[in-house]
């Protein structure tokens, strides 16, 4: 740190080290306290720096944080409502398809099948009756 | 690098409302602060930050943590609504635009005095190129550590200095004769 770069960082952030860049802070506090005239570069700065802060005050926000959140709950209940009727619809388009297949489509279990068929296959009497 | 909001924005985005609402409080005042700032117009800056927070929603469900932190982003985001919304003035000429209409109400002297205070340093912001305004409100009121700052303006941290010195030095210019008052104090205009 030399009295270059200190002047310039004062320049630049001003007199509160808190705005200092952080790589350099240590240094540039070093710097201060060790040569008690470079003290007096940062009197103009922090002047200024106490008169920004008259303009410093965050303003106060809650009813326009309330706007904001009550936009976001009806964005997601429509996100919702949007996303319930997609699953309806593709429910809906599903039924017709199954429907207009004749039931080609549905699954059905081989091991059903076979006792479905085996039952109406059978002989119904043995062949030595009558 | 450690995003302190980076489990709040990945919640936001898997529908959580209440990050979404502890997101709100922990930067809407800052980001207001920002677009005031900027634009000298409290209702266009809240109309800004209404519209950071609906790209928030948009965007936090896709959010990925990079090189720059949730609210380096916002207040990206912010800046470059504010640079719109000033291009749109002057392209409009709108010579009303950024002035705050006078509150005669009556109040007590002391925040009288403030209110005039800070809408002396306001005016004085306004006067600044946008670049350099930006500069000061991120470094000075926002306060980002100087490379979140450039990281924001999409600079470099020496050009983010010479933006900061230059604001400064016309700062100190346009306060000079104000600065007693502004100061509350005998060495108010000494020391500028």
Same mark, same amino acid.
């Given at each position: 740190m030399n009295r270059e770069r200190f002047e310039q960082i004062v320049a630049a952030y001003?007199? +509160? *080290? $808190? $705005?200092?860049p952080e790589a350099e802070r240590a240094a540039a506090e070093a710097f201060a306290a060790e040569n008690p005239d470079a003290a007096v570069l940062t009197v103009g700065e922090a002047g200024l720096d106490r008169m920004l802060d008259h303009a410093a005050a965050l303003p106060d926000t809650s009813a326009l944080a309330a706007r904001i959140l009550a936009q976001t709950q009806a964005r997601a209940g429509r996100a919702f409502d949007t996303r319930a009727l997609v699953a309806l619809a593709a429910c809906a388009v599903f039924g017709v398809i199954i429907g207009y297949s004749g039931g080609q489509f549905a699954p059905v279990s081989d091991v059903d099948d076979y006792y479905f068929s085996a039952a109406f296959e059978a002989p119904l009497f043995d062949g030595d009756e009558g | 690098m450690i995003d302190p909001d980076e489990s709040l924005v990945r919640s936001v985005g898997a529908g959580d409302g209440r990050a979404a609402e502890a997101l709100v409080r922990r930067h809407l005042p800052r980001i207001v602060g920002l677009a005031r700032r900027m634009l000298n117009d409290a209702n266009e800056a809240e109309d800004v930050a209404q519209e950071v927070f609906l790209r928030v929603w948009r965007e936090a469900p896709r959010w990925k943590p990079g090189a720059a932190k949730f609210e380096t982003w916002m207040h990206r985001v912010a800046l470059n609504l504010c640079y719109d919304r000033l291009r749109r003035r002057r392209e409009k000429s709108? *010579? +009303?635009?950024g002035i705050n209409v006078a509150d005669n109400r009556p109040m007590p002297s002391d925040e009288w005095l403030a209110r005039q205070r800070s809408a002396k340093v306001h005016a004085a912001l306004a006067e600044l190129p946008e670049r350099q305004r930006a500069a000061i409100a991120l470094v000075?009121?926002?306060?980002?550590t100087n490379i979140a700052a450039a990281e924001t303006l999409e600079i470099s941290v020496e050009a983010l200095e010479s933006l900061l010195a230059r604001g400064r030095r016309a700062l100190k210019a346009a306060l000079s004769d104000v600065a007693h008052d502004l100061m509350g104090d005998a060495d108010g205009a000494s020391q500028v």
């Open positions: 001003g007199a +509160d *080290p $808190r $705005r200092w | 709108d *010579p +009303d635009a000075h009121f926002q306060e980002l």
